[in-house]
């Protein structure tokens, strides 16, 4: 696999949401702070996006939730700080 990732690079990463009717994911959008390249990010951010979507526009019954990440371990973070 190919990765543009460099250390740090996750703090530029854009929210879901740039603005009034644009919303983004993927695996470079930043998923609340978690840190992360994946393609399992990329399906947990296009959820918040929908959800961000059916917020926005007042939608109904949207199944759009996604569990919280993890917080780092102490040595992640550590390498984290490091990096």
């Not at 990329?42 to 917080?71: E, H, M, W, Y």
Request: hydrophobic share 35%; net charge neutral.
């Amino acid at each position: 696999a190919v990765s543009h990732f460099a250390p740090k690079s996750a703090m530029n990463s854009p929210q879901v949401k740039l603005g009034e009717g644009v919303y983004m994911c993927g695996d470079f959008i930043d998923r609340a702070g978690h840190a992360s390249w994946s393609t399992e990010k990329s399906v947990v951010t296009a959820k918040q996006a929908s959800g961000a979507l059916s917020r926005d526009f007042d939608l109904g019954n949207s199944q759009c939730s996604v569990i919280p990440a993890a917080s780092d371990s102490p040595q992640l973070s550590a390498l984290r700080q490091s990096a």
